[in-house]
């Protein structure tokens, strides 16, 4: 157990649709990363945020936005979804937005796009 | 993208053998980690290995670095059903403060 939840586990939904997915960090860890891990692939990086802001991002639409709260919880959101948005979306807290942290992941959200 | 490559794609080998999974990457990096993934769930990390490092040991697991060849291997010595996973290297490169991953290593162990 890393002490990261994400929620929903499963989640369907269809094409054009919007979604909202939810994490929880790991008690006093003040970053938030996500990732989208597409059917056997690796995670990608979709972006990070550091004591509320957004400060690094992969190479994702606008449509993909996201938020962290004061108690350090997050939220990516995905408007007009795709069928190719379909896919395993992690969340990943730690303390300190230093690239040398060990990074704990949460057990995903699984997307079907319909 | 993908930051890097893992070799092999996939490994069957039999209990208590050791497994080798090697990874390869594209630019300088401030460190590699590897993790290990069940079944499409949560990414668990198992060992961190700083750019001037060469090798490191956690119980286990044995974990390379040859930066001069952008490549790292990890050995899991003594293999166990348990450790039936997919395996994933992840780079951080120099100035940034996210993870790379590569492609996955798919390992059954065979009991």
């Known amino acids: 157990e890393t002490g990261v939840t994400q929620s929903p586990t499963h989640l369907i939904k269809t094409r054009g649709q919007q979604v909202t997915l939810r994490c929880s960090s790991q008690?006093?860890?003040?970053?938030v990363s996500w990732y989208q891990q597409a059917l056997g692939q690796g995670p990608q990086f979709i972006f990070q945020y550091y004591r509320e802001e957004e400060n690094g991002r992969g190479n994702f639409p606008p449509r993909f936005s996201g938020l962290q709260f004061p108690n350090y919880s997050s939220e990516l959101n995905v408007n007009a979804l795709e069928l190719d948005d379909s896919a395993l979306y992690l969340c990943?807290?730690?303390?300190?937005?230093?690239?040398?942290?060990?990074?704990?992941f949460g057990p995903g959200t699984r997307l079907t796009v319909l | 993208s993908q930051q890097g490559e893992e070799d092999p794609q996939a490994l069957s080998i039999q209990e208590g053998e050791n497994a080798t999974m090697n990874c390869s990457y594209k630019?300088?990096?401030?460190?590699l980690q590897w993790y290990r993934q069940n079944s499409g769930r949560g990414l668990v990390h198992l060992i961190l290995?700083?750019?001037?490092?060469r090798e490191k040991h956690s119980g286990r697991l044995r974990v390379t670095l040859d930066t001069s060849k952008k490549s790292s291997s990890l050995l899991i010595t003594a293999s166990r059903a348990a450790d039936t996973a997919s395996y994933f290297c992840?780079?951080?490169?120099?100035?940034?403060?996210?993870?790379?991953f590569g492609t996955g290593t798919r390992l059954t162990v065979i009991p």
């Open positions: 630019t300088s990096i401030n460190n």
């Open positions: 990943a807290s730690r303390w300190g937005q230093n690239g040398a942290d060990t990074q704990y």
């Open positions: 008690s006093g860890h003040n970053t």
């Open positions: 290995i700083r750019s001037n490092e």
């Open positions: 992840a780079t951080v490169q120099t100035g940034a403060n996210n993870l790379f």
